[in-house]
């Protein structure tokens, strides 16, 4: 059983857990499929893909891997098309405003640790006047490791000056989860994600599920007045 330190700084992942991109997202990989003579998807199609980026839309969309000569430049024209529409309907997941509020007046730091370039997630997070309220943000192109290597959770801690132990991480995908585990940090698994009804999130270990946004108050605060684990057995939906 791990040991944590009282909590100081929340971590969270971008897309599918902080911010809900799916709408923007979605709509660049339609306009890539209608570019390339294809129909656009259903948006329910396509939203549990978004937490996989540009890797995992192009595989829904075109059936394309990273190892496909075709793969680069079908990326860089979907990142084009995304960046054009890429703050049109992205906002907060329900809740989390609040989390942030109470995190910025109980003198706890909260940061993003994302897989999402580093000049996309500054755009975004600028949008929203986010990015000067945020103590660390560690994109996918700021080290050269990527979630699920716990680097970037280290680089997140020492950026925020906390230690790993004394942190959280919010995500909803298992390389979220399986980052965080290894860098001893906190888990939590955001069931309001984009999460595929074929996922098995039981199996990523994390020691909670939450359902909303707004749970996080009350982790929070049980997290900063203790070091210990949390309740071992976390059940999906709890």
Request: charged share 20%.
């Amino acid at each position: 059983m791990s040991s944590y330190l009282p909590l100081q700084c929340v971590l969270f992942d971008l897309d599918g857990t902080l911010l809900d991109t799916s709408q923007d997202m979605a709509k660049a990989l339609n306009q890539l499929l209608i570019e390339r003579g294809r129909k656009p998807l259903p948006y329910e199609q396509i939203r549990p893909q978004v937490s996989h980026g540009a890797r995992g839309l192009l595989k829904l969309g075109f059936d394309l891997e990273p190892n496909d000569p075709a793969f680069t430049p079908f990326r860089d024209r979907y990142l084009s098309l995304y960046e054009q529409c890429m703050t049109e309907q992205t906002n907060l997941f329900a809740g989390l405003d609040r989390v942030l509020a109470h995190c910025e007046q109980n003198d706890l730091r909260w940061g993003v640790v994302t897989n999402k370039p580093g000049y996309l997630t500054r755009a975004v997070m600028e949008h929203l006047q986010l990015w000067q309220r945020a103590a660390c943000v560690v994109a996918g192109d700021c080290l050269p490791q990527r979630k699920p290597d716990p680097a970037p959770m280290h680089h997140a801690a020492q950026m925020a000056s906390v230690d790993a132990a004394a942190c959280c991480y919010v995500g909803d995908a298992e390389r979220d989860i399986e980052a965080g585990r290894r860098a001893g940090m906190r888990t939590i698994c955001a069931l309001w994600g984009f999460i595929d009804a074929n996922d098995q999130v039981e199996s990523w270990h994390a020691d909670h599920y939450l359902q909303q946004g707004e749970q996080l108050l009350e982790l929070i605060e049980q997290w900063r007045s203790t070091s210990d684990q949390p309740a071992a057995s976390a059940q999906v939906g709890q």
